[in-house]
């Protein structure tokens, strides 16, 4: 079992960056592919950027190709998700979450089986 807390979320002008932090709990984060969701009033939660159990690939949705980055530190047990050039279309509630796997990285948030209480990211333009 392992349970997931956000952190840096906030208010940011249009263009600027924020860092996102998710610290897990548990001996066995290295076992778990992590990933990072957003989702926004109205809208279902879409997927953002995961990552591998090693940290060695990741996957971004179109959205995010080139202004996020997101990458892991299995010794501090932590995931974190650089976002640069932010746009008021980032705003959003975002979620990390982790499912144990064998190998890859995953894209949906039905492959997930735990997930964070959220962080709101607020862009304004």
């Known amino acids: 079992q392992v349970q997931l807390v956000e952190s840096g979320g906030g208010l940011v002008q249009a263009g600027g960056s924020l860092r996102l932090s998710c610290a897990a709990s548990g001996r066995t984060f290295s076992t778990y592919a992590m990933g990072w969701f957003r989702q926004a009033p109205g809208n279902e939660r879409e997927f953002v950027a995961s990552i591998t159990k090693s940290g060695l690939s990741t996957s971004y949705a179109d959205s995010a190709k080139g202004r996020f980055t997101i990458s892991r530190d299995n010794a501090k047990n932590t995931v974190y998700l650089q976002m640069n050039s932010l746009k008021s279309e980032d705003t959003a509630v975002y979620y990390c979450?982790?499912?144990?796997?064998?190998?890859?990285?995953?894209?949906?948030?039905?492959?997930?089986?735990?997930w964070g209480q959220g962080t709101q990211v607020t862009v304004s333009s």
């Open positions: 979450a982790a499912v144990w796997v064998l190998a890859g990285t995953r894209d949906r948030p039905s492959e997930y089986n735990h």
